[in-house]
C-alpha cells in the first residue's frame, strides 16, 4: 500500500475524538473571512500563507509565538454568528475525517469583547453542533459532539464557568476542563470548585502532564477528581524504563493511572510542538499504550498543527509502526472514555465502531 493509499483508507476508518479545542481548529479560509469582518489585521491574507504562519509559529518553540496564534482565532469569534460559523465547521470537517464521536472544548470567557454573556456564547456554539451535525449526516456522515466548557487556569473564574457548565449539562455541554497554564495555576488554586462538580456528578477532564509533570498529575486525579487526564504524556516521569531488559517500572502514581484506568488524551503532532516529545517515533504514546493504560488518541489544535485525526494515525503507522488493531484500541477506548452514559458508549462501540472495523476485517495497513 502507498503512502497515499493507506492516508485513503485511514480516512474511512471510524474515530473518536476527545481533546480538540475549538478555537484552535478553524478553516483559513474562515479566518480570513471573519476577520475582515471585524476589521481584525491577521499576519497574512492569503488562507494558505496563513495556514503556513499559523503552523510556522506554533513550531517556532516560543511560547509567546504560539500563544499569539490564539489572540488571533480567539479575536475573530466574539459574535453569536461567528461561533455558530466555528462550530458548525468543526463538526462538518471531523465527520469528513471520519470521526464518529467528539468532543469539542473551548473557554466561554475568551469571547465576551463584543457584549455576548457566557450563556449566549455556550448556546452560539451549540446551534453550530446542531447546524454541523444536521449537515453532516444529510452527507450521509453520522457524528455525535458534546461541548466541553473549560475555564482558563490564571483568569480565576473557574467556579463561574463550572457552574455555567452544569447548568448546560442537558443543553450540550458534557464535561468541564481547565487550561492555560499548567505550571503554577494548579487544581489546589481553587479546590471549591472541584467540590461543586462532584457534588453535582458533573465529568471532568484536566489538562496535566503536558507543562508540569507528576505533581500536576497527582493533583488532577486526586484533589480535581479528574475523570481523564488533558495530555498526561509526562506520566512517564513516574516510569523506570531500563533500556537493557526492555522492562518498565511503575511508580506509585503511575500504578494509580493505570490501576484505574484513567484515560490519557495524549496528542503527538502537538506535542512535537511544544517540544514535549522529540519525534513520533518516541513519543510516549506508544510505550504507555503497550503498559496497558488507557490511552487516546487526539488532535489537539487542527489549525495550528495542520493535524487531523486521519494525519495522527497515518504518522504513527508510518513512524511508529502501528497497525490497524492499535488504531482500533484507542478508538474503542476513547468510546468507553466519553462524557456520555454507558448505555450510549455501549451503543458507540458496538452498533458504530465495530461494524465498521468488521468491514475491513483483513485488511493490512
Ligand atoms: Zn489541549
Redo the contacts with the bound molecule.
Keep these: 500500500m502507498t503512502p497515499t493509499e493507506l492516508e485513503a483508507h485511514i480516512a474511512e476508518l471510524p474515530k473518536v475524538l476527545l481533546?480538540d479545542?475549538l478555537d484552535g481548529g478553524l478553516r483559513p479560509q474562515t479566518l480570513v473571512e471573519l476577520a475582515a469582518d471585524v476589521g481584525h489585521t491577521l499576519p497574512a491574507e492569503d488562507p494558505e500563507a496563513l495556514a503556513d504562519w499559523f503552523e510556522e509559529s506554533a513550531d517556532s518553540g516560543s511560547l509567546v509565538r504560539y500563544l499569539e496564534t490564539f489572540e488571533h482565532t480567539i479575536a475573530v469569534m466574539q459574535t453569536a454568528d461567528a461561533l455558530r460559523r466555528v462550530a458548525r465547521e468543526a463538526v462538518l470537517d471531523l465527520a469528513a475525517d471520519g470521526v464518529v464521536y467528539a468532543e469539542q472544548?473551548w473557554a466561554p470567557e475568551q469571547h465576551l469583547r463584543r457584549g455576548l454573556t457566557l450563556q449566549q456564547t455556550v448556546e452560539a456554539v451549540q446551534a453550530g453542533i446542531e447546524e454541523g451535525t444536521a449537515l453532516a449526516a444529510e452527507q450521509g456522515r453520522d457524528i455525535r459532539v458534546g461541548q466541553l466548557v473549560t475555564a482558563m487556569r490564571h483568569a480565576d473564574r473557574w467556579q463561574e464557568i463550572a457552574e455555567l457548565a452544569v447548568a448546560n449539562r442537558e443543553a450540550g455541554v458534557v464535561g468541564f476542563d481547565i487550561?492555560g497554564a499548567e505550571d503554577g495555576f494548579p487544581p489546589s488554586r481553587h479546590p471549591e470548585v472541584w467540590r461543586y462538580l462532584a457534588e453535582n456528578d458533573f465529568p471532568t477532564t484536566i489538562?496535566a502532564g503536558e507543562a508540569a509533570g507528576t505533581d500536576s498529575i497527582r493533583e488532577a486525579v486526586h484533589l480535581g477528581q479528574a475523570d481523564r487526564l488533558?495530555?498526561g504524556a509526562r506520566l512517564v516521569e513516574d516510569i523506570a524504563f531500563d533500556a537493557g531488559s526492555g522492562t518498565a517500572t511503575l511508580g506509585r502514581l503511575a500504578h494509580w493511572v493505570r490501576d484505574h484506568q484513567i484515560p490519557l488524551e495524549l496528542?503527538p503532532c502537538?506535542n512535537l510542538q511544544t517540544g514535549l516529545a522529540p519525534s513520533i517515533r518516541e513519543h510516549q504514546i506508544t510505550r504507555l499504550k503497550e503498559l496497558d493504560f488507557a490511552v487516546t488518541l487526539n488532535t489537539?489544535?487542527r489549525l495550528m498543527s495542520r493535524t487531523s485525526m486521519t494525519h495522527e494515525m497515518t504518522r504513527l503507522v508510518h513512524e511508529a509502526g502501528w497497525t490497524v488493531d492499535d488504531l482500533a484500541d484507542v478508538t474503542i477506548t476513547a468510546a468507553w472514555s466519553a462524557f456520555i452514559h454507558h448505555d450510549e458508549r455501549r451503543s458507540l462501540v458496538d452498533d458504530v465502531i465495530l461494524p465498521r472495523y468488521q468491514q475491513i476485517e483483513g485488511a493490512r495497513l
Aim: glycine letters at 10%.
Design positions: 481533546h479545542h472544548r487550561a489538562h488533558g495530555h496528542c502537538s489537539d489544535n
